[in-house]
T-cell receptor, first 114, second 113 residues
Framework: AQKITQTQPGMFVQEKEAVTLDCTYDTSDQSYGLFWYKQPSSGEMIFLIYQGSYDEQNATEGRYSLNFQKARKSANLVISASQLGDSAMYFCAMRVQGAQKLVFGQGTRLTINP | DSGVTQTPKHLITATGQRVTLRCSPRSGDLSVYWYQQSLDQGLQFLIQYYNGEERAKGNILERFSAQQFPDLHSELNLSSLELGDSALYFC????????????FGPGTRLTVL
């Protein structure tokens, strides 16, 4: 079975600092995808970034990058130059080959302080 | 805006009742997924439809059912509602190619009193 673990229930960061949100995953499949979503207080789920298990380069999307360490089964999200608008819940998710559903972690609540 | 629409945004009902949640996927997306987000269970996959056919089933209760219509919109039917069914219900859609990232609608917040 697939499992996502996010060990940080909450994080507090000063504005403009970089922040790393941890995500570890467990799967026996060789082919899988890892996703990060942001959920602001308004409730919607916003797709941020994707990393495929065979991708050799770490994924980047603007201020978001994914620190993918396959041997450690970790896929940490790095947000550079944090902004007040980054305050939200962040979810790590995984999809394995042949399955369409996403398996989500419990989330990390990020608070950016001015 | 993800392009996925869900109605209604909020729904308040009583135990034992039946409700229908509606979802319209992004233009061109053939797959629709339903997820439930509750405080105790987190985000859980319920069911997936692809071009009108059920493709995958997750932790969906027998009291719940879904369908996808020829115009690709989907409905999630919840019956004999219990207090524990109170949750945020998301619909997501995706294209069948590429990274298959799923784009989520704004959700329907269901409160069962």
């Amino acid at each position: 079975a697939q499992k996502i673990t996010q060990t940080q229930p909450g994080m507090f960061v000063q504005e403009k600092e970089a922040v790393t949100l941890d995500c570890t995953y467990d799967t026996s499949d060789q082919s899988y995808g890892l996703f990060w979503y942001k959920q602001p207080s308004s409730g919607e789920m916003i797709f941020l970034i994707y990393q495929g298990s065979y991708d050799e380069q770490n994924a980047t999307e603007g201020r978001y990058s994914l620190n993918f360490q396959k041997a450690r089964k970790s896929a940490n999200l790095v947000i550079s130059a944090s902004q007040l608008g980054d305050s939200a819940m962040y979810f790590c998710a995984m999809r394995v080959q042949g399955a369409q559903k996403l398996v989500f972690g419990q989330g990390t609540r990020l608070t950016i302080n001015p | 805006d993800s392009g996925v629409t869900q109605t209604p945004k909020h729904l308040i009902t009583a135990t034992g009742q039946r409700v229908t949640l509606r979802c319209s996927p992004r233009s061109g997306d053939l797959s629709v997924y339903w997820y439930q987000q509750s405080l105790d269970q987190g985000l859980q996959f319920l069911i997936q439809y692809y071009n009108g056919e059920e493709r995958a089933k997750g932790n969906i209760l027998e009291r719940f059912s879904a369908q996808q219509f020829p115009d690709l919109h989907s409905e999630l039917n919840l019956s004999s509602l219990e207090l524990g069914d109170s949750a945020l219900y998301f619909c997501a859609s995706s294209v069948p190619t590429g990274n298959n990232e799923q784009f989520f609608g704004p959700g329907t917040r269901l409160t069962v009193l």
